[in-house]
């Protein structure tokens, strides 16, 4: 076991007898198989798209294939073998519709052994291992993680009606590029800014998925207690997932209560109109044992972060889509009868409590739809500077930075943020400025599109680039969506980012030195030293 694609990886190096995620060495094996065999189903994927042979369905399958190697997913072997499996029947497919000859590219016959294709996936590893270079096979990483945060993007989009075949093509191209070697690091700086590009397509199609279907979000204040009776924890990122719930739900005496990314949905107009959609239970998805455990009612996961489930909850939690446990009930696609029939068994809460409300819903029409208020107040002074402070929260005591970094901006100053990093500092009470909040929810990391467009409409109000703007980015990452928001940061240009709490361990030193030398990729110090370089 060798796996090094997220934040936490032991010793900031990587994980290799069991991750810290919980994810087991059986579990990580098959994943680098599923990865090889999603590799060698690119390269038919490549070809059969090209000559307009490919089948609709094999787009659907590799993004959910590829979201349930992200972390925090699926930590479920029979089901990653059975994606495996799947896998190399569509390559098969694909060779005989192109009229390759040979047996199945995808490495060795379909099997239903377990074990077998766990030894399987202990030799193959990940293609990037095939390279000795380290710096090209850093590079391959960054592509390899952004493609996985691509496809968790695109899935959602997808979901909710919203493709692009370009999407498509350039994973299957992506992927298939791993299995060559005769790439060098331009080629592979190349690969890795097309991924930024294209996942900024597919941060558009969800933006416009989302919003097609549940709305733009409003500025709406959300409860932090909870109601006497009957609940149910949606946590995750699928709002698709929530709005069927809640439909399901509807005169069945049961309150429904976000968890996690999900705190955002109280903004959108088509999902708050159900009156059993009630408050926010809890914080950032580490916390979720100590939380879960306490939650009176039924638990569904709807998208990463889940994490072992104690066995307090156990029988209470659920998982659909793409996320796995062993031993955790899978609800089929919008079949949540048992998750309902849970929640009417266990007792609810007993007593109504009162903890405060906050504020979500200011996505890119509601922060736009006050923009000449927001010029003005910069042009007059009042506005001197505008932070975004967002990304994904974790474990390691390091991220205290970033609630300590908000607390400490000053008062002339504005905060957005979005992703599971504000939970940090998403209940404090920052005050205003003229009317206008200084702690600005853009929405989940799934939002990151939304930021990009507010941060492009006022350089644009201003007449100047990005990078001119008094806006500094200070961004906490995690996994592998996080690598494609960076990637398309890249893209776009932009510098200065502050990164932390730690650099990604994927990353060798001379490709740390090409991003600080070509986009001063900063790493997170102190609170006061990084405030005091930025503001000068």
């Known amino acids: 076991m060798y796996c090094n694609q997220c934040e936490q990886t032991t010793k900031g190096i990587a994980c290799t007898t069991r991750g810290i995620c919980g994810k087991d060495e059986q579990t990580a094996a098959l994943q680098d198989l599923l990865t090889t065999s999603l590799k060698e189903l690119s390269v038919r994927a490549e070809a059969a798209s090209s000559r307009g042979l490919l089948p609709r369905e094999v787009n659907r399958f590799v993004l959910e294939a590829l979201f349930a190697t992200l972390t925090n997913v699926n930590f479920d072997p029979e089901r990653i073998a059975d994606y495996i499996r799947k896998a190399r029947g569509w390559t098969e497919q694909l060779q005989k519709l192109l009229k390759e000859e ?18 399987e996936g202990r030799k193959v590893g990940l293609p990037t291992t095939q390279i000795e270079d380290p710096d090209i096979r850093s590079l391959q990483e960054i592509v390899l993680y952004g493609i996985r945060g691509v496809a968790a993007y695109a899935h959602h989009a997808a979901v909710l009606g919203e493709e692009d075949q370009k999407v498509y093509d350039y994973i299957f191209h992506g992927l298939s590029s791993l299995g060559r070697i005769d790439l060098g690091m331009q080629d592979w700086v190349n690969l890795a800014l097309q991924c930024g590009e294209i996942n900024i397509l597919a941060m558009q199609l969800l933006d416009a998925g989302n919003t097609g279907t549940f709305g733009h979000p409003q500025p709406t204040s959300v409860p932090l207690g909870h109601k006497p009776g009957k609940c149910i924890l949606v946590s995750g990122h699928d709002l698709y997932d929530l709005q069927r719930l809640l439909e399901a739900t509807a005169g069945k005496g049961i309150m429904v209560y976000t968890h996690g990314e999900m705190l955002p949905a109280h903004g959108y107009p088509e999902l708050k109109k159900h009156p059993h959609l009630y408050g926010h239970y809890g914080t950032g998805w580490q916390n979720q044992a100590r939380e879960f455990a306490a939650f009176p009612g039924s638990i569904l996961m709807t998208t990463n972060c ?136 853009v929405g989940q990391c799934n939002d990151a599109y939304s930021a990009v467009q507010i941060a492009l409409a006022l350089a644009d109000a201003f007449g100047c680039g990005v990078n001119d703007l008094p806006l500094s980015l200070v961004i906490s990452w995690f996994e592998q969506k996080a690598v494609s928001i960076l990637l398309s940061l890249l893209y776009l240009g932009i510098k200065n980012i502050r990164l932390g709490p730690t650099l990604p361990a994927f990353i060798t030193p001379n490709v740390l030195k090409f991003l600080v030398e070509n986009y001063a990729i900063k790493p997170i110090t102190g609170v006061e030293e990084d405030l005091a370089a930025i503001l000068g």
């Open 306 to 441: 889940i994490q072992k489930p104690q066995e307090s909850y156990k029988e209470n939690i659920f998982t659909t889509g793409s996320v796995g446990w062993p031993g955790v009930h899978h609800l089929a696609n919008g079949e949540y009868q048992l998750l309902i029939d849970r929640a009417l068994e266990l007792p609810g809460f007993s007593d109504e409590i009162e903890k405060g409300q906050v504020m979500v819903g200011f996505a890119r029409q509601a922060v736009l739809g006050v923009a000449d208020q927001v010029i003005a107040a910069v042009k007059t002074g009042q506005i001197k500077h505008f932070f975004l402070v967002g990304g994904c929260d974790g474990v390691h005591k390091e991220r205290s930075y970033f609630g300590d970094f908000v607390d400490k901006t000053p008062e002339d100053t504005v905060i957005l943020t979005l992703g599971c990093g504000k939970f940090r500092f998403f209940d404090h009470q920052l005050g205003d400025i003229g009317g206008i909040p200084r702690l600005l929810d």
């Open 102 to 119: 040979g047996g199945n590219a995808a490495g060795g016959p379909d099997t239903s052994n377990l074990e077998v294709l766990s030894e």
